[in-house]
């Protein structure tokens, strides 16, 4: 490993590193390991394929035996648009590229759209596990909506050998409770198959930005989200990383009531004020934790936007604060492909040897 990341945390790294997490203790969490398939996911009701599956994901790439994933999702081609996506590496309009770069990167796998995986399956399904996205929220529609829609099927992911499939649901859109029974169908299918689900368990909803604060990232809705996501049979939640709590209280100040919640999930689980103010960033994400079954579904958070400068400080923190919380890896996109081959995989490997150095530990 090369990576200093005490020097790259800078003026943070003692409260990142040195933090102990009172609110849940890391006992009351099932921690990834190497043990993690045989430990907690063989008690559950997945079938042997799947768990075969499961094992070969947590076993590939620089991670692999260290029960900790790094995945490269590139989905942003429909996502966010293929040419605003592309335009910094033009590159990776071409599929191959997304593959070759999780495979230098040392990935555990590679997240990308059917059509993406598809077109290079014979090549390259067999050199690093695929985890094909079935569902996307297009953006040619006028006005923008949020929604998911289905763009191709479980039979045809698996026949191209894909190891997991990934979802998103826009939880709070008004198109949410559609998109909840077409993914819980569709993860029901892939489980039947032996593949591994992963949901993209999102929040997405303009009331959710109240008086110019965004809690699109606050831990108490996407903890609550991340509940919905494992119901429906998620192996895997990929969420954003908490950056503010108290979503509740926002959301139900006035005349206007919201959902149900209680203050303690601020004072007692996640170190913050009655209000959601406060808290530390790796109790935050320990709260997230907690709504997926004390760890038993893994958490992996999503890297962010790249905004060039700095996105090896921001995406090596990230790994920090999704480590130490106990989480079980990042999913980092764009700070990755929206630069060169080599500088993104040197990105990737420094989230890697986070995960690696065992000086890092579990708060």
């Not at 958490?299 to 905004?307: H, R, T, V, Y």
Request: contains cysteine; proline residues 3%.
């Amino acid at each position: 490993m090369t990576t200093d990341i005490q020097s790259l945390l800078g003026n943070e790294a003692d409260s990142l590193l040195n933090h102990e997490c009172t609110t849940i203790p890391r006992s009351a969490l099932h921690l990834p390991g190497s043990d993690f398939i045989d430990r907690v996911v063989s008690h559950s009701d997945r079938n042997i394929n799947t768990l075969r599956n499961y094992q070969l994901l947590l076993n590939t790439g620089r991670l692999g035996g260290t029960g900790f994933v790094s995945i490269l999702p590139v989905d942003q081609g429909i996502e966010h648009s293929a040419g605003a996506s592309f335009a910094p590496n033009p590159a990776y309009f071409d599929p191959e590229n997304i593959v070759k770069l999780a495979i230098e990167g040392g990935c555990n796998a590679v997240a990308s759209t059917y059509g993406v995986l598809g077109s290079v399956a014979r090549k390259y399904a067999h050199k690093i596990p695929f985890i094909v996205k079935f569902n996307h929220n297009e953006l040619m529609t006028f006005p923008n909506t949020f929604d998911q829609t289905p763009y191709g099927t479980i039979n045809q992911c698996f026949e191209m050998g894909a190891a997991a499939v990934g979802a998103t649901i826009y939880f709070g859109s008004d198109e949410s409770t559609r998109q909840i029974q077409d993914v819980a169908e569709m993860f029901a299918a892939a489980h039947e198959l032996g593949m591994v689900t992963i949901l993209w368990c999102y929040i997405r909803n303009n009331a959710f930005k109240v008086d110019g604060t965004d809690y699109h990232a606050a831990a108490d809705l996407t903890g609550q989200a991340n509940h919905l996501g494992v119901t429906i049979h998620a192996d895997i939640i990929k969420q954003k990383l908490a950056t503010n709590n108290g979503g509740y209280v926002a959301l139900n100040s006035g005349d206007s009531s919201y959902g149900k919640f209680n203050s303690r999930i601020y004072t007692d689980l996640a170190g913050c004020d009655e209000t959601g103010k406060g808290g530390h960033p790796i109790d935050l994400v320990r709260y997230q934790i907690a709504n997926c079954y004390m760890g038993r579904c893994p958490l992996i958070n999503s890297g962010g936007a790249s905004s060039g400068a700095g996105d090896l400080e921001a995406a090596v923190k990230t790994a920090v604060i999704n480590k130490r919380a106990g989480g079980m890896g990042l999913i980092s996109g764009r700070k990755a492909f929206q630069r060169p081959m080599n500088e993104g995989a040197a990105l990737l490997h420094a989230i890697q040897d986070v995960y690696l150095d065992d000086a890092v530990t579990i708060a």
